[in-house]
T-cell receptor, first 114, second 113 residues
Framework: ETGVTQSPTHLIKTRGQQVTLRCSSQ?????VSWYQQALGQGPQFIFQYYREEENGRGNFPPRFSGLQFPNYSSELNVNALELDDSALYLCASSSRQGNYGGYTFGSGTRLTVV | TQLLEQSPQFLSIQEGENLTVYCNSSSVFSSLQWYRQEPGEGPVLLVTVVTGGEVKKLKRLTFQFGDARKDSSLHITAAQPGDTGLYLC?????????????FGTGTRLKVLA
């Protein structure tokens, strides 16, 4: 079975720009969650998608938005980038909402905002 | 707001030593997970504990969930350089009709050969 794939692996953007990060979930998984991990910290929950709808959101502003597609892949969009948005963005898939099986994480996208 | 605090934040030990990492909260979790993350990679799930007082073993790693399901510990016996990494605990909490996992602050472990 394939794991979780994220693209791109690294990205440099200028403050004020917009960015789209992509995630292909693990085969058989229908729920995708996005996390932001700042340097030296634990991942912070951004939001979760299930059946193509946002289903649970963390303490992030509306300029963080996402999509889930019928094949369960997902995108994270961030508008009006700020310097503090520089972080590792992790996508995690799971087999259903709220299961105890845990996440399968991708390797992340390292976003640098200059 | 649920917070998971891990201690210690950093740990540098010699190969063969034992260590314990703690994960504490004032909130109750329906389950708790431990992950290990290496540089440039996403976290990898080590274990899930569900029942208060539960103990799980994974080779040299022993995980315990507190009786009140508010805290957990990870004990490593005879640490090896391959154990080096960032150890993260994550508690399962309800959100908007579903569940999410909130992560602790992490413990960065370095095992010296």
């Amino acid at each position: 079975e394939t794991g979780v794939t994220q693209s791109p692996t690294h990205l440099i953007k200028t403050r004020g720009q917009q960015v789209t990060l992509r995630c292909s979930s693990q085969s058989g998984h229908n729920t995708v969650s996005w996390y932001q991990q700042a340097l030296g910290q634990g991942p912070q929950f951004i939001f979760q998608y299930y059946r193509e709808e946002e289903n649970g959101r963390g303490n992030f502003p509306p300029r963080f938005s996402g999509l889930q597609f019928p094949n369960y892949s997902s995108e994270l969009n961030v508008n009006a980038l700020e310097l503090d948005d520089s972080a590792l963005y992790l996508c995690a898939s799971s087999s259903r909402q709220g299961n105890y099986g845990g996440y399968t994480f991708g390797s992340g996208t390292r976003l640098t905002v200059v | 707001t649920q917070l998971l605090e891990q201690s210690p934040q950093f740990l540098s030990i010699q190969e063969g030593e034992n260590l314990t990492v703690y994960c504490n909260s004032s909130s109750v979790f329906s389950s708790l997970q431990w992950y290990r993350q290496e540089p440039g990679e996403g976290p990898v799930l080590l274990v899930t504990v569900v029942t208060g007082g539960e103990v799980k073993k994974l080779k040299r790693l022993t995980f315990q969930f507190g009786d009140a399901r508010k805290d957990s510990s990870l004990h490593i016996t005879a640490a090896q350089p391959g154990d080096t990494g960032l150890y993260l605990c994550a508690g399962r909490v309800p959100t908007s009709g579903t569940y999410k996992y909130i992560f602790g602050t992490g413990t960065r472990l370095k095992v010296l050969a």
